[in-house]
């Protein structure tokens, strides 16, 4: 469908809720906007119970939403999923968009979709899928997805990967096939060796970067292997690990004791806010993504956004993003020796033009991502 200048409403989390959803839906939300349309932001006031949270903290200081007029959704609570649903009426949109990623979410996102085409029809309910179904999704979650895929009227998502997914889950569904846009709201990089001051890490070896929250299906346990062989080689690196954990720790760090160098891995065992993120890249020579499984990565939109290499696997929606990328570097999933030679190529290729980054990186801008899915 083709959008005129429209009134579109987001019902999601957007911040001061921390991490990569918040962070998307606000630059989707501004992007929109430079697009001539205008956009309400419907926040949770409630995410997660604490009780059910992995991490230390849903929320990250000093950050604020431009465009939530009201924090309406408890997520455990349906009296406010009705009540959401009559506020985003009373502003009659002329679109809304109901971002997925967790099956915990679902219930309250399909009663909304629900309730709000039945009070508004005339609006299109869109569906902005981050992934097909939570990662590692039992059973029981991929039902709760269903039916939110029953209650929209069309779908976003940002690969391949994830639309063949729902292509198999509700056929006669339209599907626009987008991308994850390049981050750009984060700080600019500082130099080399100012970052590894602050970060109390030593200014010589090249340093491969694993940023985000460790989570079983990131592969951490992949590249900790592969930098024991480095290191077994004699290669001079060393290796930074900065996120929370959301499973045990103490596996990773016995196989960090038992490598050759423990002391060439700095550990930041904690969530990474926004204004300390460009240090951690500015400190990097390439960033490691060894995942067995993908949607696409946040992480690789902040790395291309910094013109910084990536090595990644070739898992889901992932490998789009390295098809003729100049810096971009795949490799086969849970495989040591081959995530091991793909860090090697990488490190040692000649430097890449700027120019050449950014016209790849243009390809991947929230212009084009607005214009790709309000124009479909």
């Known amino acids: 469908m083709v959008f005129c200048r429209m009134k579109i409403a987001i019902v999601s989390v957007f911040p001061p809720y921390r991490g990569g959803i918040a962070q998307f839906n606000e630059a989707m939300a501004e992007a929109f906007t430079v697009k001539g349309h205008e956009c309400v932001g419907f926040s949770f006031s409630r995410q997660y119970p604490s ?142 060796d100012a970052a590894r001051e602050q970060l109390h890490m030593p200014a010589a070896p090249k340093l491969v ?55 060439r891995f700095y550990t930041h065992l904690r969530f990474i806010p926004k204004e300390d993120v460009h240090v951690f890249f500015s400190a990097a020579d390439l960033v490691c993504l060894p995942y067995s499984a993908a949607s696409q990565s946040g992480v690789t939109a902040i790395a291309m956004h910094y013109h910084k290499p990536v090595v990644a696997t070739d898992v889901g929606g992932l490998k789009e993003y390295f098809d003729g990328n100049p810096i971009g570097y795949s490799c086969a999933p849970k495989d040591v020796h081959a995530l091991t030679e793909a860090i090697r190529e990488a490190l040692s290729a000649e430097p890449v033009e700027a120019a050449s980054v950014a016209t790849w990186n243009a390809r991947f801008s929230w212009a084009a991502f607005a214009q790709k899915c309000l124009s479909a």
């Open 51 to 192: 009780l059910l949270f992995p991490g230390t903290n849903q929320y990250e200081d000093g950050l604020q939403s431009q465009f939530v007029r009201t924090e309406a959704v408890d997520s455990i609570n349906p009296v406010t999923w009705y009540r959401c649903a009559h506020l985003v009426v009373k502003e009659q949109p002329d679109a809304v968009i109901i971002p997925f990623w967790t099956a915990f979410l679902a219930p309250a996102l399909a009663t909304m979709a629900r309730r709000i085409k039945t009070l508004h029809p005339s609006c299109r309910i869109v569906g902005l899928f981050h992934n097909a179904n939570s990662h590692d999704a039992k059973p029981w979650e991929k039902a709760l997805t269903q039916r939110l895929l029953q209650r929209i009227d069309e779908a976003w998502t940002l690969s391949e990967d994830v639309s063949k997914q729902l292509e198999g889950q509700r056929k006669e569904l339209p599907i626009t096939t987008a991308f994850h846009p390049f981050y750009e709201h984060f700080a600019p990089l500082i130099s080399r």
């Open 209 to 263: 970067l694993f940023f985000g929250l460790i989570r079983p299906y990131k592969g951490l346990e992949w590249l900790l292997d592969a930098a024991t062989e480095l290191q077994k080689s004699g290669e001079d690196l060393c290796f930074c690990i900065a996120g929370e954990p959301y499973t045990d720790w103490e596996p990773y760090q016995r196989v960090i004791d038992a490598s050759p160098a423990p002391e």
